[in-house]
C-alpha cells in the first residue's frame, strides 16, 4: 500500500511541480495585452503575442478543414469496407502516418509546398498539421462506426433508407459524439506542435493571417522567446505557456464532455 | 378472380446459399393476411433467412444467391416496379435486440415519415401519436417525446421500434424474436400490442418460444434444416400435428 502511495506521488510529483511553476510563472507574466498587442521590440517594455495566438488559431482551422473531412471519408470508407485492400491500405497509413515523427513531416511539408512556392507560408505550416490530424481523425473515425451495432444499420435499411443515407444519418450521426471527441483531442494535439512547424510557418512578428505568408504560431513564439537572453522575453514565454496548456485543458474538457452526452441529450 | 387482400405474403421455391451451405431448400409458404404467424424451428433452420428475404434485407450478408420467388399481394418483391426503399417501407421489421436510434422517441418514430413525406409538422404529429398509441406506448411517452429514446425500458424500446416501423403504414410486419430478451411482463405486452395489430397488418413473428408461437399465433410454420416441414393453424399444428418432425420438434425431442 505505502508502496503504491509512493509510486503515485513520485509519479504526480513533476505535473505538479510543472502546473505549479507555470501558474506562477505565466500567470505573474500575464496581462490582458498577451492577447492584444503584438511583440515589442527588444528593450521596450510590454507587449504580447497576439499574433501568435491568431497565428495558432489559423493554422489550426485550416489544418482541420484538410484534414476532417478527408479523415472521416477515409475511416467511414476503412470500416464500412472491412477487408478490402483500401480499407486495409487505409489503415496500414494511418499505422504508419501516426507513428512518424512531425519534424519529418515538417520536412515533408517543406518539400511539397514551400519549396514549390519559394517562401514559408502558413499554408505549409497548415498541411504539415494536416498530416499530423489525419491518422488520428481516420484511425478514430473508423473505431468509432465499427463501434455502431450493425443491427442499426440494418434498421434504417429497414425502414425505407437508402445505403448512403443509412450510413450518414444513422451510422455516422451514431458514432458522431466518440468522433468529435477524437477531434478536438487531435486539435490539442496539433495546437502545440512546434517542431514541424519551425521550417514551414517559420513564425512573423507582425501580424498576417495572409495563407501565403509566414504567420507566427504559440509554441514558435515560445520557442523563440524561452531561447532568447532577455528576462522579460523569457517571461512572456511562460505566459504563452499557460496560455497554451490552457487551450489543451479546454479542448480536454470539451472532449470529455462531448464523451459524456454520446448517448445523445438533445436532437436536432 | 378478385385481386389478393393486402399484405399477402409468398413464397415460391425458394432456395437460399451463404456460399457453399444451403440456407433454405424450396420453400413455397403463403402467409395469411391480417393474421399473426409464427415461424418456428431449431437454431440455424433458416427462419430468419427467410424473415428477411421478405423485405430483401438478405443480400447483406456476403456470397448470397437466392432461387425462387417471393410475392407480396401476387407481385414479386424483385420487380423492378417495386424500389427495395418501397418494399421496406410496406413491409416493416423489428428486431431481435431493440434498436433505437441515438435521438428522441419523436425523431425515431418520424424517421420513416420523414423520409418520404414532406409533412406538415401537425400531420407529422398525428402520424408519430397514432404510431405510438398503436404500440400500445403513448401513455408511458406522451410527457416525454423529446428525451432519447435510449433511457426507455428494453420493453419500451422494443414497443418503440414496433412504433417506429408502423409509423411508415406498413402491410407486413416482421418482428425477429422481439421478445426473446423481454421479461415475462414486458413480452406480454408486445403480444398484446401485435393481437391488436393484426386487424389490419400482416404479421409474421419469428420465435424461438413454442408457447408463444402456440398462444399468439393464428397460423405456425416449421422449417427445420432449410425446409418447410409443417405448415398449418397453431391450434391444430400444436395439438395434432401431421409430421412427426414437427411433433418430434414442439414435444423437444429435438431442436
Known amino acids: ?71 472521416v471519408g477515409a475511416g467511414l470508407y476503412a470500416a464500412e469496407h472491412r477487408g478490402r485492400p483500401l480499407a486495409l491500405a487505409v489503415r496500414f497509413v494511418s499505422e504508419v502516418l501516426s507513428g512518424v ?30 498530416i499530423i490530424m489525419l491518422p488520428l481523425v481516420a484511425r478514430a473515425t473508423e473505431e468509432m462506426v465499427l ?17 448512403a443515407r443509412a450510413v450518414v444519418r444513422v451510422v455516422l450521426r451514431t458514432a458522431l459524439p466518440g468522433i468529435l471527441t477524437a477531434l478536438l483531442v487531435a486539435v490539442a494535439r496539433v495546437a502545440g506542435e512546434t517542431a514541424p512547424l519551425l521550417f514551414t510557418a517559420f513564425g512573423n512578428h507582425f501580424w498576417s493571417v495572409s495563407l501565403r505568408e509566414p504567420v507566427s504560431a504559440l509554441p514558435l513564439q515560445i520557442f523563440t522567446y524561452a531561447i532568447s537572453p532577455y528576462d522579460d522575453w523569457r517571461a512572456l514565454a511562460w505566459a504563452g505557456a499557460l496560455v497554451l496548456v490552457g487551450l489543451a485543458v479546454i479542448l480536454g474538457i470539451a472532449a470529455r464532455v462531448t464523451m459524456r452526452h454520446r448517448h445523445g441529450r438533445r436532437v436536432r | 378472380m378478385s385481386a389478393p387482400p393486402a399484405g399477402a405474403l409468398a413464397t415460391r421455391d425458394l432456395s437460399l446459399w ?28 433458416g427462419k430468419s433467412s427467410l424473415l428477411r428475404s421478405f423485405n430483401r434485407l438478405h443480400p447483406l450478408a456476403a456470397d448470397v444467391r437466392v432461387s425462387g420467388d417471393v410475392t407480396l399481394n401476387g407481385a414479386s418483391v424483385c420487380a423492378s416496379s417495386l424500389p427495395v426503399e418501397e418494399l421496406r417501407r410496406r413491409v416493416g421489421m423489428v ?19 420523414r423520409l ?41 424500446q422494443q414497443r418503440l421500434c414496433i412504433a417506429r416501423a408502423l409509423a411508415n403504414g406498413p402491410e407486413v410486419l416482421l418482428l425477429d424474436e422481439p421478445c426473446s430478451a423481454l ?22 413473428i419469428v420465435t424461438h418460444n413454442l408457447q408463444q408461437a402456440a398462444r399468439l399465433s393464428d397460423e405456425t410454420a416449421v422449417l427445420i434444416g432449410g425446409r418447410l416441414v409443417e405448415h398449418g393453424p397453431s391450434s391444430q399444428l400444436f395439438t395434432s400435428p401431421r409430421e412427426p418432425r414437427t411433433e418430434a420438434f414442439i414435444t423437444g425431442r429435438f431442436g
Not at chain 1, 463501434?147 to 437508402?162: D, Q, R
Not at chain 2, 440456407?23 to 440455424?44: E, F, N, Q, T, Y
Not at chain 2, 428486431?95 to 415519415?113: C, E, K, L, M
Open chain 1, 1 to 71: 500500500m505505502a508502496v503504491v502511495v509512493a509510486a503515485t506521488a513520485f509519479a504526480v510529483s513533476p505535473l505538479a511541480a510543472l502546473g505549479g511553476h507555470l501558474v506562477r510563472e505565466g500567470g505573474a507574466a500575464l496581462h490582458w495585452s498577451f492577447f492584444t498587442a503584438l511583440p515589442a521590440p527588444v528593450g521596450e517594455p510590454g507587449g504580447g503575442m497576439a499574433n501568435a495566438v491568431v497565428g495558432t488559431l489559423l493554422l489550426v482551422s485550416i489544418a482541420s478543414l484538410m484534414a476532417i473531412p478527408v479523415g
Open chain 1, 101 to 130: 515523427p512531425s519534424i519529418v513531416i515538417g520536412i515533408l511539408s517543406w518539400e511539397f509546398v514551400v519549396r514549390p512556392m519559394g517562401h514559408f507560408s502558413a499554408l505549409a505550416g497548415a498541411v504539415a498539421l494536416a
Open chain 1, 147 to 163: 463501434l455502431v451495432p450493425s443491427a442499426l444499420f440494418e434498421t434504417a435499411l429497414a425502414l425505407g433508407y437508402g445505403h
Open chain 2, 18 to 45: 451463404y456460399g457453399p451451405v444451403q440456407a433454405l431448400d424450396l420453400v413455397s409458404l403463403s402467409i395469411a393476411p391480417h393474421a399473426i404467424s409464427a415461424i418456428i424451428g431449431p437454431s440455424g433452420c
Open chain 2, 95 to 113: 428486431f431481435q435486440r431493440w434498436t433505437p436510434f441515438p435521438v428522441s422517441i419523436y425523431d425515431n418514430v418520424a424517421a420513416g415519415p
Open chain 2, 116 to 156: 418520404n413525406l414532406r409533412l406538415e409538422r401537425a400531420d407529422l404529429d398525428a402520424i408519430v401519436e397514432q404510431a405510438l398509441r398503436r404500440a400500445a406506448l403513448w401513455d408511458e411517452v406522451k410527457d416525454r417525446l423529446r428525451e432519447p429514446a435510449r433511457r426507455l425500458s428494453g420493453g419500451q
Open chain 2, 183 to 204: 421479461d415475462p411482463i414486458a413480452t406480454q405486452r408486445i403480444e398484446e400490442v401485435l393481437w391488436e395489430l393484426r386487424q389490419d397488418v400482416t404479421i409474421v
